[in-house]
């Protein structure tokens, strides 16, 4: 407790701030009892420091009855939290974007790349024919076919000159290739 | 008269009961929870933990901090980690010394950001306790009375402005959450004389603008 007097006779600011904190005893504490001067001074005090507390209170009640019971995410999307957040989203969302677009670009090489390498790796394996659209297939068997039927009309290695008895005419062949065109 | 009876049939039997020793008997016998089990109860309970203690809450955020939005967010935030931690109340403080924590500690973060920030956006938000008094409980209908209370907070208001955040927080943990010394020296693991000193330099403030001598 402070021992410095302002006023003689009555106590100190420091005592009266002393009493208003409850850190006042001895003498000081029997002097205030019966002098008014002194307890006018505390109540002055006082006074203001009650008006205060009533004031704020009567403030933050109303504040706090206008803010949501819950509190969960609403209550946070007020003033500048919201610019926080979407400041915060924002990063995010480039950083997201600045690692997606090179994965993506990636693979998109990788699958031109692929398309470019196929022809040749088919080539490699010997399955040329397959690269080929499907009527000029169609056209090469065919191609193929009377081929095989014309050396086997014209070669010596036929049935009849084998020995062998047919039973079909050698048109059924023509009519079996003919098919093929349909 | 067999073992089963009520005791206080017995006991009223071996000597009579005036009627309000018997209404003592009774409420002696209720069941009464414990002060723990009480409180847990009260903490699993958010909206009415809420709706309970979020004005004094806010108040101490509010006017240790000097802005309304700003508050209102610490708040919440008081009231979500006493809710996520309330197993670890032990209950060896009031329920609002234990939230006035929590939310000290919020503050006391907020003030170290603000510490570095570049930008300080000076009483974007500041409290407007002129529009408060209007709202002043109905005991104070005086319109002569309301001025003068309307004044005072007003000084008390611009003193706080003027103080360190310490000194600013003390004094409210003081005087508007009436926490006694011994308390607020633990909550703020600070010496007793500091907290005291603090005190005493924000009354000196207050006084200066009350109008006391000084």
């Known amino acids: 407790?402070?021992?410095?007097?302002?006023?003689?006779?009555?106590?100190?600011?420091?005592?009266?701030?002393?009493?208003?904190?409850?850190?006042?005893?001895?003498?000081a504490a029997d002097h205030l009892e019966g002098c008014l001067e002194c307890m006018a001074r505390v109540q002055q005090m006082d006074s203001a420091i009650s008006s205060f507390k009533t004031v704020s209170l009567a403030w933050s009640e109303r504040r706090s009855a206008t803010m949501p019971l819950r509190t969960s995410e609403p209550a946070r999307w007020s003033g500048r939290r919201v610019w926080s957040y979407a400041g915060s989203?924002?990063?995010?969302?480039?950083?997201?974007?600045?690692?997606?677009?090179?994965?993506?670009?990636?693979?998109?090489?990788?699958?031109?790349?692929?398309?470019k390498e196929q022809p040749v790796m088919m080539a490699a394996s010997g399955a040329v024919s397959s690269t080929l659209p499907g009527e000029e297939q169609i056209r090469q068997d065919n191609q193929m076919l009377r081929d095989i039927d014309q050396a086997l009309a014209t070669g010596?290695?036929?049935?009849?000159?084998?020995?062998l008895q047919t039973t079909s005419s050698p048109a059924r062949s023509h009519t079996q290739s003919a098919a093929f065109q349909d | 008269m067999s073992e089963s009876v009520d005791s206080r049939v017995i006991w009223g039997a071996q000597r009579p009961v005036s009627f309000g020793m018997q209404l003592a008997l009774n409420a002696t016998m209720t069941y009464v929870p414990a002060a723990a089990e009480r409180i847990g109860t009260e903490l699993d309970d958010i909206d009415t933990l809420v709706r309970t203690y979020r004005p004094r809450i806010l108040r101490f955020v509010a006017f240790s901090i000097g802005d309304a939005d700003l508050a209102e967010s610490i708040t919440t935030d008081c009231f979500m980690k006493a809710y996520n931690g309330r197993d670890k109340f032990r209950g060896d403080c009031s329920v609002n010394t234990w939230l006035t924590s929590i939310a000290l500690n919020l503050v006391r973060d907020q003030q170290r950001l603000q510490k570095f920030r570049f930008w300080r956006q000076a009483r974007a938000t500041a409290i407007d306790v002129t529009d408060a008094a209007s709202y002043l409980p109905s005991n104070e209908s005086s319109p002569e009375k309301k001025i003068l209370v309307h004044e005072q907070s007003q000084q008390v208001q611009a003193a706080l402005e003027h103080l360190s955040p310490n000194q600013r927080t003390i004094f409210l943990m003081r005087f508007a959450e009436e926490m006694d010394l011994q308390e607020i020296a633990a909550r703020l693991n600070m010496p007793i004389n500091t907290v005291k000193t603090h005190l005493h330099r924000a009354l000196k403030s207050v006084r200066a603008q009350v109008g006391g001598t000084q």
């Open chain 1, 1 to 27: 407790m402070s021992t410095k007097t302002n006023f003689p006779g009555h106590l100190s600011d420091e005592q009266i701030d002393d009493y208003l904190i409850g850190d006042l005893g001895g003498d």
């Open chain 1, 89 to 115: 989203s924002a990063v995010a969302a480039a950083l997201v974007i600045g690692l997606l677009v090179p994965v993506m670009r990636h693979e998109n090489r990788s699958d031109a790349a692929s398309v």
């Open chain 1, 156 to 163: 010596s290695e036929t049935p009849a000159a084998l020995g």
